[in-house]
């Protein structure tokens, strides 16, 4: 028996929870969501509230402007936000958002996307205030996870300004659940900037409506087994040189290249097998 239970009968046994990371895991595992403070004083926070503005700035100048992205309704995301300013980078490789990565899908985890995520002000809808999984279009229940959301909190998240709606459980079932489910059961996550709130990425969530004048900023940040592919090609897309640091050049997907030719599956296991 670990832990003590006061008023109970009949247990004897109980999940073991030490610290913030055990919490959020037993939180994750049974409810398909939980929060998480990321441990950021203000000044980081302020630093990463710059680099997010940068960052969102220079990718859509690079995409061609609001003109471009608006017709197939990427105005309010920004793709690989650290692409753009390497601050931001900080926020996937937090150790807690790691640790629980790891802990939940296993050894090895590959960054499948980070995304800057602006929920829009003044009632207007974005391509994120729709039920959806992060593995989406998947109709199955996996008995450990394969995927893991930190979506970080660079603005309070508020009732009034769109914090994300979740349907706690449904991680754990095949089928988006019914009106009448939804409408009894959905929980907004109402969290303070810093925060990470942290989904199975099978768990149904939404944005919700932001009805303040100030838009609402996130950075997703989504972690998956090697077996999955990534949203975007990130090691073609940052180049060979990016990193050499092996631990980030594996999260980074560096050595989950799917060989073109046999050619290039022999000498893959040449050099595993040659160390
Ligand atoms: O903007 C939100 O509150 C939710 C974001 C979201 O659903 C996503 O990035 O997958």
Not at 241 to 253: A, E, M, S, V, Y
Request: a negative charge; charged letters at 20%; one cysteine or more.
């Amino acid at each position: 028996m670990t832990g003590h239970i006061t008023q109970s009968y009949g247990i004897r046994e109980r999940v073991p929870v030490e610290n913030p990371v055990d919490a959020a895991i037993e939180s994750l595992r049974t409810l398909g969501y939980a929060l998480i403070d990321g441990g950021y004083d203000e000044t980081e926070l302020a630093a990463f509230s710059q680099a997010f503005d940068a960052a969102h700035a220079a990718a859509h100048a690079a995409a061609g402007g609001r003109e471009t992205l608006e017709p197939i309704d990427e105005h309010n995301t920004v793709r690989v936000p650290f692409a753009y300013d390497r601050r931001l980078l900080a926020l996937a490789l937090n150790p807690r958002i790691r640790e629980i990565a790891a802990r939940l899908i296993g050894g090895y985890q590959v960054l499948s996307q980070q995304n800057g995520v602006i929920n829009p002000p003044d009632f207007q809808t974005y391509n994120q205030a729709a039920w959806h999984r992060d593995l989406p279009y998947q109709h199955v229940v996996f008995s450990r996870p394969l995927a893991i959301n930190a979506l970080f909190c660079l603005d309070e998240f508020t009732t009034d300004n769109g914090a994300t709606l979740v349907l706690p459980a449904t991680h754990k079932q095949e089928e988006f659940p019914s009106e009448q489910f939804v409408g009894r059961c959905a929980i907004q996550v109402t969290a303070p900037r810093g925060c990470y709130i942290v989904l199975d990425s099978m768990i149904f969530h939404t944005g919700a409506t932001n009805r303040t004048p100030v838009p609402r900023r996130a950075v997703n940040n989504v972690y998956v087994s090697p077996i999955l592919r990534q949203q975007i090609d990130l090691p073609a897309f940052l180049g060979e040189h990016f990193t050499d640091d092996p631990d980030l050049r594996r999260l980074l997907g560096y050595e989950v290249a799917t060989p073109r030719s046999d050619a290039e599956y022999f000498a893959e296991r040449r050099r595993k097998l040659q160390g």
